[in-house]
């Protein structure tokens, strides 16, 4: 066959996004601050646009569960709580002396931010008078709290631990943990020797330490206050339904300016090009912005109207609920959805929440009746552990029977990955826990 040049023309469909489009794409997944950051560069491009835009009111952001205010300080930890406080709440719960229960209070005092007491005890018990047995009874007291590692004085003692409440340190790891510095070496058939293990063996133990958290304090250092500023209020309405509405005191309002554009066009033909160009831009602008809120409006009224027990009951009340189910009903692509939620919050009488917030899986119901969300039922495991006797914890399989016997249709492991997700140690753990806490 000869192979000869020619030339061909074949007919093919694409969807091609223009780059209005595109960009229109990009202002519905803004945040309010990126939308005003995006408009003011525009204004800058643009002497057409001008902008009225007026200081929205800050509302902080509420992320977790309504009606959750009886948490557990030792199960859980505020986002707004700092470390020491964490700790002076959980000694005083303690069935300490209030002697004990002060000189505990000093010593947690000491702690750095990450947890770890670095000053040596007996300067720190010579600087508060206190005797070296009053000063380890109390760092001991300090070390029995959560989370699991503070009061440490070294890296090692971090790790002990948290190994100790796992009932993991054997001697094997023991010697590992006094040889550290031979892991950081490379130095692994010397640390099997002092080990008495295979590298097998090794290599699992150095896995374990991996998971270990080296800085427990850390996640208590106190980050700068979030501040949500709501895109959608709902309210009640004297008739008793709810009212969706948007947000207009933080959206930038754009005007076109045509009394500017008239004085531009009438100099010459490139000026009357520039001006079209500009009022072209313009006007797709504030198309995009009013089509960005009615879509915004859309979404979340289809949201509300789902979860309309959530507004007087709280978390309780949340339904299961999914982008794509919202998007099939407003008639939208899921992507969109997905865009719209992101970074819009909703303020409500239950706080400040992120439109995603109510989205969430759904599990069965044993009745066959109305299914539970992901959500509701996190809470209800949460108020399981919360009232649970403190000698008696309640273990997972238990949990299990009770959501049984109130209908929900769950597996133990799927109560296990909801309590991990919560930050819940295990019944075990938490019997443990207090035994030490009662036996100090």
């Known amino acids: 066959m000869a192979l000869t040049p020619r030339l061909e023309i074949r007919q093919s469909q694409s969807l091609v996004m223009t780059p209005q489009m595109q960009q229109a794409v990009k202002l519905l997944a803004m945040s309010n601050l990126e939308l005003s950051e995006f408009v003011a560069a525009q204004a800058e491009r643009n002497p057409l646009l001008e902008i009225e835009q007026r200081p929205p009111a800050a509302i902080p952001i509420r992320r977790g569960a309504a009606g959750g205010g009886d948490t557990d300080a030792l199960l859980s930890v505020a986002e707004d709580i700092s470390l020491w406080q964490h700790l002076h709440t959980q000694i005083g719960a303690m069935r300490l002396s209030p002697e004990l229960a002060d000189m505990a209070a000093l010593i947690a005092d000491e702690l750095e931010d990450d947890g770890y007491l670095r000053v040596p005890l007996e300067e720190v018990a010579q600087r508060h008078r206190l005797s070296s047995r009053d000063a380890i009874r109390a760092l001991a007291a300090v070390q029995a709290c959560e989370p699991t590692g503070v009061g440490a004085r070294s890296l090692q003692e971090c790790l002990a631990l948290q190994l100790r409440e796992r009932d993991r340190l054997d001697p094997a790891m023991q010697a590992l943990l006094a040889n550290l510095k031979l892991a950081a070496a490379g130095r692994m058939a010397q ?7 295979d590298a097998a063996d090794l290599a699992d133990m150095l896995a374990e330490l991996r998971e270990l958290d080296p800085r427990p304090g850390a996640r208590f250092q106190v980050a700068p206050a979030q501040i949500a500023v709501p895109d959608v209020f709902v309210h009640r309405t004297g008739s008793g339904g709810l009212a969706v509405e948007l947000n207009t005191e933080t959206l930038p309002r754009v005007l076109v300016n045509n009394v500017y554009a008239a004085g531009l066009a009438g100099r ?32 979340a009224t289809e949201i509300v109207r789902h979860q309309e027990r959530f507004f007087d009951g709280g978390v309780e009340q949340l339904r299961p609920l999914t982008q794509r189910g919202v998007a099939e009903r407003v008639r939208l692509h899921e992507s969109t959805v997905s865009r719209v939620t992101a970074g819009k919050f909703l303020s409500c009488s239950q706080g400040s929440f992120e439109l995603r917030y109510f989205f969430g899986a759904a599990l069965h119901s044993l009745s066959g009746g109305d299914a539970f969300a992901a959500a509701a039922v996190q809470n209800r495991i949460r108020q399981i552990i919360v009232a649970e006797d403190r000698i008696r914890t309640v273990s997972d399989d238990r949990i299990v029977a009770i959501l049984n016997g109130e209908g929900i249709d769950i597996a133990r492991r799927t109560v296990a990955k909801y309590r991990e997700g919560m930050g819940i140690p295990s019944s075990v753990q938490r019997r443990r826990r207090q035994a030490s806490l009662g036996g100090i």
Do not use: D
Request: contains cysteine; glycine residues 2%; hydrophobic residues 45%.
């Open 191 to 197: 640390l099997e020797s002092l080990c008495g293990v």
């Open 268 to 299: 010459n033909a490139e000026a009357r090009a520039f001006v079209a160009e500009c009022r072209t831009s313009a006007s797709w602008l504030v198309r995009s912005l009013e089509q960005r809120a009615r879509t915004i409006l859309k979404v």
